[in-house]
């Protein structure tokens, strides 16, 4: 996605979350926002945390952990000589270190709607995301969020070789409170608002399906290179098919390795792919990438053939519960063209190969003959 098409979903979280109530996550201009862990100092983090822990006083911090994923993610620890309430451990994200990578992500304006997601959207629902303590952008297409430390909270995240169990309902009653929420709410018309990935996102797709076709065919099954060159012929419809139903404001990317677990409820972390689309998008990819498999292949079992409904359930009700399947197993699709991510930089480095070697396994054709 180019910059262009990446800015109305940056104005439709702005515009709609202006109703949101203040929160202290929302940044002031006048703090400048560091471009490395070098300038994430006691000086900067104080006042970076004041607007959500009034009178709090950073007296050090160190970083505890670095790993590059999407992004570039520091877990620091922080003495205080004023707590006020301040979590002993931050999760901070940055941009990717690699120049090539982080250009890629600042086209796409991932960081900047992750921001605004954390700044207007967070707010106004009650679905379990990370606790945001700061967020703001920064200049030339980066950015800096400081998270609640998932696992000091003892949250479970996947590392790639487990998947959500037997929460199905959990998170989908979620997804649902943030569909509903934000139905009402989100501006229709404008450029790029029926599908913030059209244009330039399918055109990097059809780019990256070439490019593991033509340096990965050995390892891809029959199956996905068949899937895979459909959806470089026709794009443009499948595109098209995948934007259809009604719209809201979704997650976009509900994955395992965007989930996790808090006692009973499923969390939703990474919000850079936040935009205005359908709900069944959210559905699709959460049912098919995110349940265990066991879980996954008997709601399919149950799902497959005929649908009967009870007798005495009107016509009607029949008929949405068979477009929503029909809906459902369209938006289920795009699970397929996902799953690349898996063969190229940086998610087939040796440092994520548990993780990328489990992700696409769930999708209908998955990439690997073995």
Not at 60 to 74: K, M, Q
Not at 173 to 183: K, N, S, T
Not at 202 to 215: F, P, Q
Not at 272 to 290: E, N, Q, S
């Amino acid at each position: 996605m180019s910059g262009a098409d990446a800015a109305p979903a940056c104005r439709v979280l702005r515009q709609a979350g202006r109703s949101a109530r203040r929160d202290p996550a929302r940044l002031r201009n006048s703090l400048p926002t560091p471009t490395d862990a070098t300038g994430l100092t006691p000086a900067w983090l104080t006042p970076a945390l004041s607007h959500r822990h009034p009178g709090v006083r950073v007296a050090a911090v160190e970083v505890l952990d670095a790993t590059e994923r999407t992004n570039h993610h520091l877990l620091l620890g922080l003495a205080y000589d004023v707590r006020a309430g301040a979590p002993d451990t931050l999760f901070c994200k940055l941009p990717p270190r690699d120049p090539e990578h982080r250009a890629r992500i600042g086209a796409a304006g991932m960081g900047t709607r992750e921001v605004e997601f954390y700044r207007a959207v967070a707010p106004t629902i009650s679905m379990r995301v990370p606790e945001c303590h700061f967020a703001a952008p920064a200049p030339t297409e980066r950015f800096l969020m400081l998270l609640e430390d998932l696992a000091a909270r003892g949250c479970a995240i996947s590392d790639g070789s487990w998947a959500i169990p037997g929460r199905r309902r959990a998170g989908v009653e979620e997804l649902a409170e943030l569909h509903v929420r934000w139905e009402d709410r989100a501006p229709r018309g404008g450029p790029a608002l029926g599908d913030l990935h059209a244009g330039q996102g399918a055109r990097i797709r059809v780019r990256t399906l070439r490019y593991v076709i033509d340096h990965c065919a050995d390892r891809l099954s029959d199956g996905y290179l068949e899937v895979a060159r459909l959806y470089i012929d026709h794009h443009d419809a499948i595109e098209a098919a995948w934007a259809r139903g009604p719209q809201t404001l979704i997650h976009g990317d509900a994955h395992i390795g965007n989930l996790f677990i808090d006692g009973d409820r499923v969390g939703f972390l990474d919000w850079g792919m936040a935009k205005i689309g359908t709900p069944m998008r959210d559905l699709g990819f959460f049912l098919t990438m995110g349940l265990e498999s066991e879980d996954r292949r008997a709601k399919s079992a149950r799902s497959s053939g005929t649908i009967s409904t009870p007798p005495e359930a009107p016509r009607r009700q029949s008929d949405r519960l068979r477009r929503g399947l029909g809906a459902h197993r369209i938006e289920a699709a795009y699970s397929v063209i996902a799953s690349f991510l898996s063969l190229v930089p940086p998610y087939n480095t040796e440092a994520r190969r548990m993780f990328t070697t489990n992700f696409p396994a769930p999708a209908p054709w998955p990439p690997s003959t073995t």
